[in-house]
């Protein structure tokens, strides 16, 4: 197996028995970057100089745990990320796929950046993205589109483009995406990575550069479950600093990720808004998906889940509403530097009423109460990520994509309950299906559990798409 290809759980094994080194997979992967980037267009900076440094310093680290029979550093000590390019980076630009942060080098890093720093990943760059992470195609107008490793004809999904096109493509082992109508699940249902959207409050988005302070969560991106619960590890927990974090205990999902399924009570949402604009060949792969678990030992109901529409539609006016006032004074001075789509939904957003905003907060109010009543009766639930497969890049406008995108996982955004996809077959043309497992606040270990059973008995997981090297 190229080394480019591995699991987080995987190398770290070999890097801790000193079987590769953190130089050696790094420079791996920075080649596979050098030679496949220019196809896909993920990273919008490549911090080749910063890679070497961290892995050298990894390589010491893993040495001297080895010589001295101590404590390992941990699994993503010598890993090789890349990061959605709005987490800021001390001394890297940061700029959210946009022109007005062209030229922006934090002198912090994020929260989240600190942690896996400490952890001892290796960094290799920023990750392309959708402008200032409004929209679902990450067809970028300043920085250039970056495109789907299945088929570079596609979009790769957005807001978190870049980071599920460099996943899937082999250009790092992990990433950080974030999260406000569907950012990190829609891309990782795209591309067939895994990718989860935490309970809001569970990871510090201090140090991310916001699009709605109501909405956004940011979260791990991987190819596997087990990986992005080593990444979800390293970046949960209670930051003072920031005032949306939560101070709740952190659960071990590292050592429950095979705790297996049995007896879980799954609910598959199978009522007729599911159907609804969805592709029968996504419908036909989450059902059957909703089998593999039953013969894993949990049950499965097939249900109506309430107010999924009305959840998406709120949800779309907070986002716009939120973002319009972050960058308020940018719309007004200069919105010839915003991307046209981009530009539209801000001075939409701007023109949205007070009256409206507010009967979307008490819609995100009921729902919130609606979505607890639901998981008293069940443990988790199985639904589609997105109801289409990756659209063309020259398809319909981004407004209409994010409609379409987001119908299914918005309503986690707006109510904060936790909800990870991953990949569950692929249609005819050969673009990967993404299944959503969702569930009730703080269940990110048994969401983890019940994605690492079904990858254990389903293949999957284990396609990689075949990228054209320059």
Not at 369 to 381: P, Q, V
Request: charged share 20%; net charge negative; hydrophobic share 40%.
């Amino acid at each position: 197996m190229e080394l480019t290809e591995l699991s987080i759980t995987e190398a770290a094994a070999l890097l801790t028995k000193g079987d590769i080194s953190s130089i050696e997979l790094t420079e791996a992967h920075l080649n596979r970057i050098a030679a496949v980037n220019p196809t896909l267009n993920a990273f919008i900076t490549v911090t080749a100089d910063t890679a070497r440094d961290h892995a050298k310093r990894a390589d010491g680290t893993l040495r001297q745990s080895r010589l001295s029979g101590g404590t390992s550093p941990g699994p993503l000590c010598g890993i090789p990320i890349a990061l959605k390019d709005l987490y800021e980076t001390r001394g890297i630009r940061t700029t959210a796929g946009s022109r007005f942060f062209a030229d922006n080098i934090p002198g912090r890093d994020a929260h989240t950046v600190e942690k896996l720093s400490d952890a001892g990943a290796v960094l290799l760059g920023k990750l392309n993205m959708h402008e200032i992470a409004l929209g679902l195609t990450s067809v970028n107008p300043h920085y250039g589109a970056c495109k789907n490793p299945w088929a570079p004809d596609r979009i790769a999904g957005g807001s978190s483009g870049g980071s599920a096109a460099a996943l899937a493509a082999g250009l790092c082992m992990g990433s950080l995406g974030s999260d406000t109508g569907g950012s990190i699940r829609v891309p990782s249902a795209l591309c067939g990575c895994v990718g989860l959207k935490p309970t809001f409050g569970r990871v510090s988005v201090r140090g991310v550069i916001p699009l709605s302070w109501n909405l956004d969560h940011a979260g791990p991106m991987a190819r596997r479950a087990a990986d992005a619960a080593l990444l979800l590890q390293a970046v949960a927990g209670y930051d003072p600093d920031d005032a949306y974090c939560i101070d709740r205990f952190v659960d071990d999902y590292v050592g429950r990720i095979g705790d297996g399924i049995k007896g879980l009570r799954m609910a598959l949402a199978a009522d007729g808004y599911f159907y609804e604009k969805t592709q029968p060949e996504i419908m036909k792969a989450v059902n059957k998906a909703s089998e593999v678990f039953v013969n894993l030992g949990a049950s499965c109901e097939a249900v109506d889940f309430p107010g999924m529409g009305e959840a998406a539609a709120a949800n779309g006016r907070m986002i716009i509403s939120d973002a319009a006032v972050f960058h308020n004074e940018r719309l007004n001075s200069r919105p010839e530097n915003f991307g046209e789509d981009v530009r539209q939904r801000l001075q939409m957003g701007a023109a949205i009423s007070a009256m409206d905003y507010i009967k979307a907060r008490r819609t995100q109010t009921l729902l919130r109460h609606a979505f607890t009543d639901f998981f008293t009766g069940y443990d988790l639930l199985l639904m589609p990520t997105a109801a289409t497969a990756a659209p063309p890049i020259e398809g319909p406008n981004a407004l209409e994509q994010a409609v379409l995108l987001t119908r299914f996982t918005a309503p986690f955004n707006l109510t904060g309950f936790p909800a990870l996809t991953l990949t569950c077959g692929f249609t005819g043309e050969g673009l990967p299906v993404g299944l959503q497992i969702c569930g009730p606040p703080w269940s990110e270990a048994k969401i983890l559990q019940a994605a690492h059973a079904y990858e254990q008995a389903t293949p999957w997981h284990k396609r990689m798409p075949n990228v054209m090297v320059t």
